[in-house]
């Protein structure tokens, strides 16, 4: 009876947590908590423009000013990604993406957002879609769309920068990743890794099925909670080193510069070589388009910058080790194209070329 009454008391108080976060992030969108104050006037505030101090006040400035305003956010992210990382039956999912071609596509491309949201997962989950006799289309799919349009990308970008500009990267993300696998699929060296992971499933599946007995409620939500620390161990000291050059960043550059070299034609193309191959890590690229677009970047750089993820070397190399290079280089070429192609389409339709 002892151990039910803990077990009871540990799911209230861990449910009652996740609805207090949910409840917080509702409170501050009914009350209109203001997004930002100006990181600039508060150097100007504190007198600190002139002061040899400058130089260390800039980046605790900036972080401080940053996590009083997305805190909320950051803390619904991480908690709705563990929930969602504990509750989505993974194996199940992997399996049925290759029952049929248009079902394996339509899977990887919603379930993506998902089930994973950084590279330290996207990466094997993606071996494991191979290995699930998914195809390599579908599972192309799945590795442009997780890091493109996850759920952690596209809240913070929705609450940082705004849902319009959220939403044309959820849409633009899922056809350039429905593309690539299309197009990847087609090619011989796809074909031959296609047939190479089909032979691998087909020896694994000889094997006898084995019953996955679900664990009960209450640990389920601690092992929620445990994975999203975990993803704040992965991903936050990376972010506020990321959170101190853009601190920098917005505290040094010209706004001339900004609006010069990453508007139009050429800035669409410079924000795709950016964000992409030289790689950000996560939750950066958002911090940084945010500081960039609010100093004049175009939308249509902001949304090209934004969709960079997917083909950044780091992950290349780490996908080349399951696929071929040949793999590789296609889908990279493809998303590349794909990201300057929409950051086209949505300048001219938002008028912020």
Not at 55 to 81: E, G
Not at 137 to 156: E, Q, R, S, V
Not at 228 to 238: S, T, V
């Amino acid at each position: 009876m002892e151990e039910k009454t803990k077990r009871a008391v540990r799911k209230a108080v861990l449910l009652a947590f996740f609805i207090i976060v949910i409840g917080l992030l509702i409170y501050s969108r009914v009350t209109a908590r203001p997004t930002k104050e100006t990181f600039k006037d508060k150097l100007s505030e504190f007198g600190l423009w002139e002061s040899p101090l400058l130089y260390v006040a800039i980046p605790a400035l900036y972080i401080a000013d940053y996590f009083s305003h997305a805190w909320i956010c950051l803390l619904f992210a991480f908690s709705v990604a563990g929930l969602i990382y504990e509750f989505v039956p993974k194996e199940t999912i992997t399996r049925y993406m290759g029952r049929g071609k248009a079902a394996g596509y339509g899977l990887a491309l919603c379930m993506a957002p998902f089930l994973t949201v950084c590279s330290c997962t996207m990466v094997p989950l993606f071996g494991g879609i191979l290995y699930a006799g998914a195809g390599v289309g579908p599972a192309i799919t799945f590795l442009l769309m997780a890091p493109a349009a996850n759920i952690l990308t596209i809240l913070m970008t929705g609450e940082m920068i705004s849902w319009a500009v959220a939403g044309a990267r959820i849409i633009a993300s899922a056809a350039v990743a429905v593309i690539a696998g299309l197009i990847v699929s087609a090619t011989p060296w796809g074909k031959a890794v296609e047939k190479e992971f089909q032979v691998a499933d087909s020896a694994a599946g000889s094997s006898a099925k084995v019953e996955v007995v679900k664990p009960p409620l209450d640990e389920r939500l601690w092992a929620a909670l445990k994975f999203a620390g975990y993803l704040a161990k992965q991903i936050l000291p990376f972010f506020i080193i990321g959170l101190i050059v853009v601190g920098y960043l917005s505290a040094f550059i010209p706004e001339e510069i900004v609006e010069s070299y990453l508007t139009g034609p050429t800035g669409i193309l410079i924000a795709s070589v950016l964000g992409g191959p030289l790689y950000t890590p996560t939750l950066v690229e958002i911090a940084l388009g945010q500081e960039l677009w609010n100093k004049g970047m175009s939308k249509g750089a902001l949304l090209s910058w934004l969709m960079g993820q997917p083909y950044d070397f780091a992950n290349a190399m780490a996908v080349s080790r399951i696929a071929k290079w040949k793999v590789v280089a296609t889908y990279f070429i493809v998303a590349w194209a794909g990201s300057v192609t929409f950051g086209f389409l949505y300048g001219m339709l938002s008028g912020s070329l």
